[in-house]
């Protein structure tokens, strides 16, 4: 199974809403990852779990809380977003952290609006 | 920034040709790989070529690698319309702990 899901498909939210997105790989990878994507733009990295502690953050603003249960899930918690954080969110995974030869397979994204 | 940069921007041809799009990176890199994007959905993984490899080929695909030049192209042959897509570089960074993507190519292949 070389799948990443991720939950919700599309997700709708207001400025004072509290959110979660999901996702979730069953192929044994230890390293997960955050993306946010703006339209006509390449993905950008926010956050990186290895071994489910967060590696890397990217100066991310506090609003965006990621959280890592086990080594199959990897959740992002939204509270107080803004209109400019309408975004697709991609979730990767790949073996491990650190090793530049390893594929990251990432899911299909959550679309997310800010209103 | 680190990102690097796609040229071009966004190629259209025809059904049967070939695209050749181009990528240029700033820092040293172990590997560069090469990304597909259908529209709004998730990337997936195309080709990954060694810093110490100068030419790689994977069915109608072929990558080429200039570390002196820090570019690289990716050769799409006999376009189909499903190679409609964003195509994306991405090189490591950081000791490899993330991948850094460049700005990307819309392709658009017309029957």
């Keep these: ?115 | 920034s680190q990102q690097g940069e796609e040229d071009p921007q966004a190629l259209s041809i025809q059904e049967g040709e070939n695209a050749t799009m181009n990528c240029s990176y700033k820092t040293s890199i172990n590997n560069l790989q090469w990304y597909r994007q259908n529209s709004g959905r998730g990337l997936v993984h195309l080709i990954l070529i060694r810093s110490n490899e100068r030419e790689k080929h994977s069915g109608r695909l072929r990558v080429t690698l200039d570390t002196s030049k820090k570019s690289s192209s990716l050769l799409i042959t006999a376009s189909r319309a499903a190679d409609t897509a964003s195509y994306f570089c991405a090189t490591d960074f950081q000791g490899a702990q993330k991948l850094v993507f460049g700005q990307g190519t819309r392709l658009t292949i017309n029957p």
Aim: net charge positive; aromatic share 8%; with cysteine.
């Design chain 1, 1 to 115: 199974d070389t799948e990443v899901t991720q939950t919700p498909k599309h997700l709708v939210m207001g400025m004072t809403n509290k959110k979660s997105l999901k996702c979730e790989q069953h192929m044994g990878h230890r390293a997960m990852y955050w993306y946010k994507q703006k339209a006509k733009k390449p993905p950008e990295l926010m956050f990186v779990y290895s071994y489910e502690k967060l590696s890397i953050n990217e100066s991310v603003p506090s609003r965006f809380s990621p959280e890592c249960p086990n080594s199959s899930l990897l959740n992002l918690h939204l509270h107080a977003l803004q209109p400019e954080d309408s975004a697709l969110y991609l979730c990767a995974s790949s073996q491990v952290v650190g090793r530049s030869t390893d594929t990251q397979y990432f899911g299909p994204g959550t679309r997310l609006t800010v209103l």
